[in-house]
């Protein structure tokens, strides 16, 4: 009888450790348009910057530290990567090529996600946490409970990018959104729009 009674106030300890572990669900904020600050940390690097996804595979970055790629700006398509600093077009810096890859990591992954409503990961503490893996390696994305990205950790790479201020455009993401041309700059206020 102690036995069983010992097994009965133990028995929402366990299932409260348990918790944490179990799947959880929550609706999915990054299945359109939206611009998120990020900051990439490496080893022996760490790099600022806004990321816009304008749509399912259309996504620009404009780079605020460190100052020699203050104000470059990458342009993604499922096509191509296109660089450009103040309306001028040039090839991707050597000190970008590793964020860029990094990114694209990220952008194949919500573009993934987005074919869902709602994120399927494990509770953490105000947290769910989503693991997988790109054809580069495992990753494990870590969103707020309202569906906002927080972490994306790419182990095999040793990198972590870290999101804050995440806002949703107005414009809704559709396949045939567009990025501006940087040639010349757009305004900074318009980071995509939307083509009818």
């Known amino acids: 009888m102690k036995r069983t009674m010992a097994m009965l106030c133990c028995m929402p300890l366990l299932l409260a450790a348990g918790c944490e572990t179990l799947p959880k669900q929550t609706a999915n904020r990054m299945t359109g348009s939206f611009t998120v600050g990020v900051t990439v940390t490496s080893a022996d690097s760490e790099i600022k910057g806004e990321l816009t996804r304008c749509g399912m595979d259309v996504w620009s970055v404009v780079f605020t530290d460190p100052p020699a790629l203050s104000g470059v700006q990458l342009d993604f398509t499922a ?12 090839s991707v810096p050597q000190s970008a090529q590793a964020i860029r890859t990094e990114l694209c990591m990220f952008m194949d992954v919500v573009d993934d996600l987005a074919q869902t409503p ?5 509770a953490g503490e105000g947290v769910i946490v989503l693991e997988g893996e790109t054809d580069s390696g495992m990753y494990t994305l870590t969103c707020a409970e309202d569906g906002t990205p927080v972490t994306f950790a790419l182990p095999s790479y040793g990198v972590t990018v870290t999101f804050e201020g995440f806002t949703e455009q107005n414009a809704p993401a559709t396949e045939e959104t567009t ?18």
Do not use: M
């Open 79 to 90: 096509e191509e990567v296109r660089a450009s600093y103040k309306g001028l077009e040039f």
């Open 118 to 122: 709602e994120l399927d990961g494990k």
């Open 179 to 196: 990025i501006p041309t940087a040639y010349p700059a757009p305004p900074e206020e318009t980071a995509c729009e939307s083509s009818t």
